[in-house]
């Protein structure tokens, strides 16, 4: 009587193994439904509609051109 439930359980082991290797296989359908003219994403922000320029493109404009002139070696070292 005691050796019985010891032959069911390697059978339970493997079919426990098998059910999980099986459920790992399905794949679930990731389709988005897109709606002509309309756009559900998050809204863009203009680099320069932050904190540090407050709506001032020339600022930024002045701050992006002097940050490309600090990378130059050339012009950094006279």
Not at 39 to 48: A, C, H, L, N, S
Request: with cysteine; hydrophobic share 30%; aromatic share 8%.
């Amino acid at each position: 009587m005691s050796r019985h439930p010891l032959r069911r359980l390697p059978v339970l082991v493997l079919a426990g193994v098998l059910s999980a290797g099986l459920s790992a296989c399905g794949e679930v359908p990731q389709v988005t439904v897109y709606e002509q003219g309309q756009y559900r994403g998050k809204t863009d922000t203009r680099p320069w509609e932050d904190s540090e320029f407050k709506g001032d493109r020339a600022a930024w404009e002045k701050a992006l051109k002097q940050r490309a002139r600090n990378q130059s070696e050339y012009n950094r070292i006279q």
